[in-house]
């Protein structure tokens, strides 16, 4: 079998799995603003102290989801 061949099958598999994190970053935003959600449903007063932890962990779970996006891409592009 030709190694190009091989070699380029094995860049797009691992480009799919560095993918499988995009989704998890979407889990995790769900979540996270979900549990906000129902949070401040239950006690009002006390959402606006948690709202600039909202934005830090929304912040923080999509950074993940775009470092498995570039990393998915140098796989792709840069190897």
């Given at each position: 079998m030709?190694?190009?061949a091989l070699m380029t099958a094995a860049k797009y598999i691992g480009a799919g799995i560095a993918c499988i994190g995009m989704g998890g970053a979407g889990v995790g935003v769900g979540t996270?603003?979900?549990?906000?959600?129902?949070?401040?449903?239950r006690n009002p007063s006390a959402a606006q102290g948690q709202f600039g932890n909202?934005?830090?962990?929304?912040?923080?779970t999509e950074a993940l989801g775009i470092f498995s996006l570039?990393?998915?891409?140098?796989?792709?592009?840069?190897v």
């Amino acid at each position: 079998m030709d190694p190009n061949a091989l070699m380029t099958a094995a860049k797009y598999i691992g480009a799919g799995i560095a993918c499988i994190g995009m989704g998890g970053a979407g889990v995790g935003v769900g979540t996270i603003f979900g549990n906000y959600l129902a949070a401040a449903l239950r006690n009002p007063s006390a959402a606006q102290g948690q709202f600039g932890n909202l934005i830090f962990g929304f912040a923080v779970t999509e950074a993940l989801g775009i470092f498995s996006l570039l990393v998915a891409l140098l796989l792709l592009f840069a190897v």
